[in-house]
């Protein structure tokens, strides 16, 4: 049974780190539970309850920032609804059609594209995207802080 539980933790520690990368996968989440699995192995709990709540509330916090940062950094460098509607769209597309540069690209393409309909200039619709494009930036590298994190302590607890 342990080795059925590590190798599902596993599974999820991996599926947190491409999270952090794929729309689609709650990274830090999956990386989250791959570590509370480890409670579930017979024997010594590996983590204290302080530890996972703590770490829990992170995954939590982190996650909710992912889908604020782009928000807030578009509306930050003067965006609009559109802008941000855009970087969403533009982070879809690029995703499917233009993988792995197209999870960069396409954000700030949708922005751009979204302020520029919504009839901003050409300089101002370029600055919302910057905005987009580093708070979705900045998403990522805290989710894959997390992820990170949360995966030495999983790969610690296993050996």
Not at 138 to 149: P, Q
Request: glycine residues 14%; aromatic residues 14%.
């Amino acid at each position: 049974m342990e080795v059925i539980i590590i190798i599902i933790g596993f599974i999820l520690i991996l599926a947190g780190l491409l999270g952090c990368f794929l729309p689609a996968l709650p990274g830090p989440p999956l990386s989250y539970l791959g570590v509370l699995l480890q409670q579930l192995k017979p024997g010594e709990n590996p983590f204290t309850i302080k530890f996972l709540v703590i770490w829990g509330i992170i995954t939590l916090l982190v996650s909710l920032l992912d889908y604020l940062l782009p928000i807030y950094g578009t509306k930050k460098y003067g965006g609009s609804r559109m802008g941000v509607y855009g970087s969403v769209a533009g982070l879809l597309v690029g995703l499917f059609f233009f993988p792995p540069l197209g999870i960069i690209i396409g954000p700030f393409a949708g922005a751009l594209l979204g302020e520029l309909i919504s009839g901003k200039s050409s300089k101002d619709a370029l600055r919302a995207s910057f905005g987009s494009f580093v708070g979705f930036l900045t998403g990522t590298a805290a989710k894959l802080v997390v992820s990170g994190i949360l995966t030495y302590h999983f790969i610690y607890s296993v050996f």
